[in-house]
């Protein structure tokens, strides 16, 4: 029996020292390795070997965790408070600072994140930090990295998941985003206005401009049509002036045919309803001419066979018949 016994115990010894001796480290984190108490090594994931009852090993996560927060409350700048939350994304990155430098990074990060909150949203008014949440962000990273480095962990970034401002700043707020509704939508009932009467006046101008055009193209061609007029009218009594001349030219004409066409002529005008007088300039050329024309009456024999008016007879010589 006692030897049995004996032999347990042995078989027990052999387990616990080669559980002690042979670890497994799994991937996404590293054992720091201590022997007699002081740090000896970084091991990697994998099969690694231990002196046993001599070297004790830590596991340390390498891998990015989130940590989010409990809400919290901050006053900002302008003294309002507000519940805010927050998610930190941190990383190990020297396992040996990590687990030297600080007796719990975990604990560490998480107190850093609530005191950096509070610098930071009280260094901000209530609308900086409604409408800035990319810088809060940015700012809470770079002051945490500030001190997380010699710990050995990296903040790889900080997202804000609420800012809640008390009841009656919301309803004040949400009052003012009404009137702001309002005063937009009255801005745009104005503006849609006033563009309407832009472009009535525009349809307006425009209708008067085309109409201005087309006035101005229809006395253009009213005009070219009485100048086409005028010069068919002109070419017509050219080409008959130049009939008559040539007609006269022709027909060998002489002072009394002339005398004539004098005499009509100053017919027409005096049957015209004119009521000026005419008086030629040329009454030398006029008495001449009625003289002329006396001379021709006296050539031509009466009904009763008389050649003038003094009654003389038609027998009488070419030298009688002329003063």
């Known amino acids: 029996m006692v030897p049995l ?13 080669l559980i002690r001796t042979i670890r497994v480290i799994q991937q996404g984190l590293v054992g720091v390795v201590k022997r007699l108490g002081q740090f000896h090594s970084v091991r990697n994931p994998g099969v690694t070997f231990l002196i ?6 830590e596991l340390i996560d390498m891998r990015e965790t989130p940590r989010t927060g409990d809400r919290q409350d901050v006053i900002t700048k302008d003294n309002v408070s507000v519940v805010v939350n927050a998610t930190i994304f941190s990383q190990v990155v020297d396992p040996r600072m ?8 975990v604990l ?15 260094e901000m008014t209530l609308d900086e930090c409604l409408s800035q949440r990319e810088q809060i962000n940015a700012r809470l990273q770079m002051q945490m990295e500030s001190v997380t480095d010699k710990w050995g962990v990296r903040i790889n970034r900080v997202e804000i998941l609420d800012i809640v401002p008390p009841q009656p700043i919301l309803q004040a707020m949400a009052l003012q985003k009404q009137a702001d509704q309002e005063k ?40 070219e049509g009485q100048k086409q007029a005028a010069v068919l009218e002109a070419q017509g009594r050219a080409q008959a002036i130049h009939d008559v ?8 004409p002489n002072p009394e045919l002339i005398a004539l066409l004098q ?22 050329g006029l008495l001449g001419a009625a003289q002329t024309l006396k001379s021709v009456l006296d050539d031509v024999p009466s009904a009763n066979g008389s050649r003038g008016r003094d009654g003389s007879s038609g027998s009488q010589g070419p030298s009688q018949r002329r003063p």
Do not use: C, W
């Open 52 to 57: 046993p009852f001599v070297d004790t090993m």
């Open 245 to 252: 001349y040539l007609a006269i030219n022709e027909g060998h």
């Open 5 to 17: 016994i004996i032999f347990a115990l042995i078989v027990l010894l052999i387990v616990i020292v």
């Open 184 to 223: 937009r939508a009255a801005i745009l009932q104005s503006e849609g206005a006033q563009q309407a009467q832009i472009n009535v006046a525009e349809g307006q101008k425009q209708a008067q401009i085309k109409q201005a055009e087309g006035e101005r193209q229809s006395q253009i061609l009213r005009a």
């Open 108 to 122: 560490a990060v998480d107190q850093l994140s609530r005191t950096t909150l509070r610098a930071v949203f009280g």
């Open 98 to 105: 990590a687990l030297f430098s600080v007796s719990n990074y």
């Open 263 to 284: 005499l009509d002529t100053m017919s027409k005008f005096a049957n015209s309803p004119n009521s000026k007088v005419i008086v030629p300039m040329e009454a030398a």
